[in-house]
Structure formats: C-alpha cells, structure tokens
C-alpha cells in the first residue's frame, strides 16, 4: 500500500458508479463556490462568454460537451442557443442532467456513455469541448483515440476546445502520505474507514492522486492520473492528428496565455 504503483495503473473499481463514491461527486458539482469537481458557478459563466466569441451560436451550430457532467456547462450553452450533446461516463450525473434539463424545458441530448467508445456520428459538430483537464487524465494511447474520434465527428472548419495542467502545475506539486480515521464515514465510503492518501510525481511530468480505502470488509485502492504539458508539447499532440492550432490562453475564460499559469487552454480547427 506504501509502494508507488506503476505508472497509469488503474483503480480496483470505476468510482464514478458507486453509489455513495457518485453521490458525494455530484454534491462537488452543484457546488456554486467550489473547484473540486466542476469549476465554481461564477467561472463556468465566464467561460461560457468566452466560449461564444470563439464561435457563435448563429443558425443551428452543433456543439459536443465531452465530460458534460451534471451538464452545468451544457446548460449554459443551451441557453446561449447552441444545439448541445452531453456525454458523461457517470449514470448518477447523467440521471441528473436530464432531470434538470427537462425541469427547464431545454433539449440538449445526454449520453451516458464513456467517450473513447462511444459511437460519435461524423461530421456531425461544430464544436467540441473537453473542459476540466480531462484530457490529461487518459493516457498517451488514449488521448490518440480521443483526438482521432474528435475529428472524425467535427466538420470541416469545426473546433476543438481543451485545457490541462501545464508543467507549472507538475512543478509545483507536493509529494506526500498521508492518512485518517473515518468512525463515520466520509467522500470515499459511508462506513468506518481508514483513509489513506498518497501524492507522487512521475518522471513524464504525470502526477498522481491515489486514495487507499480500507474498511472491515473490503479494501480499495482509487488512481486519479493527470498528465502535465508544455504549451509546445500540447500544441504537437494536437497537430500531429491532423488539427491547426488556432491558439492558446491560460484557462478556459479567455485569459492570456502565460507562462506561470497551472493550465493551458488550446482551441483547435478541423
């Protein structure tokens, strides 16, 4: 449990479905003030501003939200007057997507679906977005078939938009160990647990967040990787999958691009 596990090695279990694991994640997102699963209420409405100058929501423009979550950002866009699509892996943020969705009469489509298999209809896009750095949590054969089932479902002149943590934010990060007695449960299990976290970086600039769940009935181990890029790396990745880059900015609101900022933002063109 001590030992640093190999790079990309899997959770035990996809907590995205488990039923308390799911349920404190979407309490995360609806959120207004915090970053810890989607970005806080005041930064989505920002983004999402941003977001229309970069392509406007004039006559039927199709836009993907890959990752879409509890589609707080999808409804953001539906209201702009995008024709949305959401697809999400987790059944409790999708379940919840569409409740709110019709509860305020908007016909974005949600999928529960995990995205690097999902059948995607080509040519069928303006515009995709990938947010929250979910890009950087796939690995590097991954991110290939993500970038090749991207392109393949945008027409022509259509756009890409992600952003990850840049090389800063590898930098930066504190390697630790850390535990804690849960008598009453907690994030991770509603049962007694003990708690037991451990921080690593890796050599690839890859970062590790790894949470050890020991109850008296089961132990589970949950791996949360992200890849950190440089603004040139990103910009290669991107384009050796056929894509030009049509720039690069700080976060997903538009900031200017610098070189001590945790993120980096590209938009992309087909």
Not at 36 to 54: E, H, P
Request: aromatic content about 12%.
């Amino acid at each position: 449990m001590l030992q640093r596990p190999p790079l990309y090695k899997r959770s035990s279990a996809p907590f995205w479905d488990d039923d308390h694991i799911s349920a404190q994640m979407l309490k995360a997102h609806l959120d207004p003030l915090s970053d810890n699963a989607s970005r806080n209420a005041a930064f989505i409405d920002r983004s999402v501003q941003w977001i229309k100058g970069l392509i406007p929501p004039q006559k039927k423009v199709n836009l993907l939200d890959l990752g879409c979550g509890p589609g707080l950002y999808a409804e953001h866009f539906s209201d702009c007057g995008y024709h949305v699509t959401g697809i999400d892996i987790s059944g409790r943020s999708i379940d919840y997507a569409v409740r709110s969705a019709n509860e305020r009469g908007l016909s974005v489509r949600y999928f529960r679906q995990n995205y690097l298999t999902a059948a995607l209809e080509e040519q069928a896009f303006d515009m995709v977005v990938m947010i929250y750095c979910d890009y950087g949590a796939l690995t590097p054969q991954e991110r290939q078939i993500i970038l090749k089932n991207i392109f393949s479902c945008l027409k022509k002149g259509g756009r890409f938009l992600l952003d990850v943590f840049s090389t800063v934010f590898w930098e930066k990060f504190t390697e630790n160990q850390t535990w804690e007695i849960y008598p009453c449960g907690g994030f991770w299990n509603n049962q007694e647990h003990i708690s037991w976290c451990g921080r690593y970086r890796y050599p690839q600039r890859v970062t590790l967040e790894r949470t050890i769940v020991l109850t008296k009935q089961e132990f589970c181990e949950y791996n949360i990787w992200n890849s950190c890029f440089s603004r040139e790396e990103l910009i290669d990745e991107v384009s050796r999958a056929g894509f030009s880059v049509c720039g690069t900015w700080s976060d997903v609101a538009g900031t200017v691009y610098s070189v001590a900022s945790p993120t980096i933002t590209l938009l992309a063109e087909k």
